[in-house]
């Protein structure tokens, strides 16, 4: 079992940053960041593998820095120049392969969320 627990969210306005963390129990081969905005279906928007292989959803590209650290076991997600099509619930996922995407059905294990609202 892997347990993760999410926070950092909140409202900003556009432009501005925000940091989410994930507490992990134990990293798995793949973790990820995903979204879900109302009405909408998941999206992934980050991953970032063991050996700290990343891919961004073209959407954040440039934006959004996913990274980890192993000493704390905690997994990030800096997002900076945020827009209102950002807005969503925001979820930590953890994968045990063999595949890392940004394809939900990799996953197994999801925290509860984290609500990221961005004002215009």
């Known amino acids: 079992q892997v347990q993760l627990v999410e926070s950092g969210g909140g409202s900003v306005q556009a432009g501005g940053s925000l940091r989410l963390s994930c507490a992990v129990s134990?990293?798995?081969?793949?973790m990820a960041w995903f979204r879900q905005a109302p009405g909408k279906e998941r999206e992934g928007v980050a991953y970032?593998?063991?050996?700290?292989?990343?891919r961004y959803a073209n959407s954040v590209k440039d934006r959004f820095i996913i990274s980890q650290d192993n000493a704390k076991n905690t997994l990030y997600l800096q997002m900076n120049s945020l827009k209102a099509e950002d807005t969503a619930m925001y979820y930590c996922?953890?994968?045990?392969?063999?595949?890392?995407?940004?394809?939900?059905?990799?996953?197994?294990?999801w925290g509860q969320g984290t609500q990221v609202t961005v004002s215009s």
């Open positions: 134990r990293y798995t081969y793949c």
């Open positions: 970032i593998t063991k050996s700290s292989t990343t």
């Open positions: 996922a953890a994968g045990s392969g063999p595949v890392c995407s940004l394809d939900s059905r990799w996953f197994n294990y």
